[in-house]
């Protein structure tokens, strides 16, 4: 299983857009990385996921550096709703999704 | 619609009691979990189920024991229960594959 690194916490402005870094220099070629986020008191969500090329969807964006061994979870702009743990997680098709400590991201208002 | 839901929310009981937690997913997903996050908020898989088959079991004490009736349903029952399994159990489901996980809002357990 690849491991992660992640901060242990980041704080943001609302309205300002936020940079969640990931480095996972353990990788595998068929790894794809996927981020999560947990809000308080809820299951963990699925944000975003991607192999190589950079990735877009409603939710955020995923940089992914072209040696594949970070990656950078992109909110445009923050909001109060978005303070939560994040999630960079390293998997294989069929491999079990492992939780690190990920980072806890705070929206100042 | 909920996608993922788990019953009940809020588990309360004495030491060395049985109990159970119910999970039902509406997505049509073939393969669902279980996962336990502690009071150092660490969420870690316990089980997975793929078309009411076994095939993820972690190093999970044997008190627990999962439950998959059918597609949509995974139970986990827990015998003589003990102090270090007051946690969050999360239920979710998947796809088979890359498809992301949806989980329901977890079942809080606490033990007296």
């Known amino acids: 299983d690849a491991k992660t690194t992640q901060p242990n916490s980041m704080e943001s402005n609302e309205e300002e857009p936020v940079h969640l870094p990931c480095n996972h220099s353990?990788?595998?070629?068929?790894?794809?990385i996927h981020w999560y986020r947990q809000l308080p008191s809820q299951g963990p969500e699925y944000v975003i996921h991607?192999?190589?090329s950079n990735v877009n969807n409603r939710m955020a964006s995923l940089a992914i550096a072209e040696d594949r061994k970070s990656s950078t979870l992109i909110l445009h702009r923050a909001t109060l709703r978005d303070a939560a743990v994040y999630y960079c997680?390293?998997?294989?098709?069929?491999?079990?999704?492992?939780f690190g400590p990920g980072t806890s991201l705070s929206v100042i208002p | 619609d909920t996608a993922v839901s788990q019953t009940p929310k809020y588990l309360v009981t004495q030491m060395g009691n049985d109990k159970s937690i119910k999970c039902e997913q509406n997505?049509?997903?073939?393969?669902m979990y279980w996962y336990k996050q502690d009071s150092k908020k660490f969420l870690k898989i316990m089980f997975s189920?793929?078309?009411?088959?076994?095939?993820i079991n972690e190093t999970v004490p044997n008190r627990f024991s999962p439950k998959s009736p059918d597609k949509a349903h995974l139970n986990l029952h827990i015998n003589s229960l003990e102090l270090g399994d007051s946690a969050v159990y999360f239920c979710?489901?998947?796809?088979?594959?890359?498809?992301?996980?949806?989980f329901g809002d977890g079942t809080r357990l606490s033990i007296l």
């Open positions: 189920y793929n078309n009411k088959e076994l095939i």
């Open positions: 997680i390293p998997k294989t098709s069929y491999d079990k999704v492992i």
């Open positions: 997505l049509g997903h073939d393969t």
């Open positions: 979710a489901s998947s796809q088979e594959g890359l498809q992301p996980q949806h």
């Open positions: 353990t990788i595998s070629g068929t790894d794809y």
């Open positions: 991607g192999l190589t």
